[in-house]
Nanobody, 123 residues
Framework: QVQLVESGGGLVQAGGSLKLSCVASGRTSGAYGMAWFRQVPGKEREFVAAITWTGGGTYYADSVKGRFTISRDNAKNTVYLQMNSLEPEDTAVYYC????????????????WGQGTQVTVSS
């Protein structure tokens, strides 16, 4: 089992920045790919970004490309999501996920999930 805990969410004005963190614990010895998803009440969970185990490969949703950056520090068992130029449409609960898939945007490919952190962008 892998446990994931997100942090770093909050309230920010449009155009501002936030950096989310996700710390993994438990059986972290596997070569897990990591990803960020987000969800708004009443809507399906939406893919945001993914990163390979080595960090050498990344994949972004078109809606965040050029504004968000995913990275990871395996020594700290932590994955990050730097979010710049935030827009009100980015308001959501952001979830961290871990799985053995390769840069996949499909939620079902990730067996491990965090509890989420709220990001609210005011206009």
């Amino acid at each position: 089992q892998v446990q994931l805990v997100e942090s770093g969410g909050g309230l920010v004005q449009a155009g501002g920045s936030l950096k989310l963190s996700c710390v993994a614990s438990g059986r972290t010895s596997g070569a897990y790919g990591m990803a960020w998803f987000r969800q708004v009440p009443g809507k399906e969970r939406e893919f945001v970004a993914a990163i390979t185990w080595t960090g050498g490969g990344t994949y972004y949703a078109d809606s965040v490309k050029g504004r968000f950056t995913i990275s990871r520090d395996n020594a700290k068992n932590t994955v990050y999501l730097q979010m710049n130029s935030l827009e009100p449409e980015d308001t959501a609960v952001y979830y961290c996920a871990a799985g053995l898939g390769f840069l996949t945007a499909i939620p079902g490919q990730y067996p491990y999930w965090g509890q989420g952190t709220q990001v609210t962008v005011s206009s």
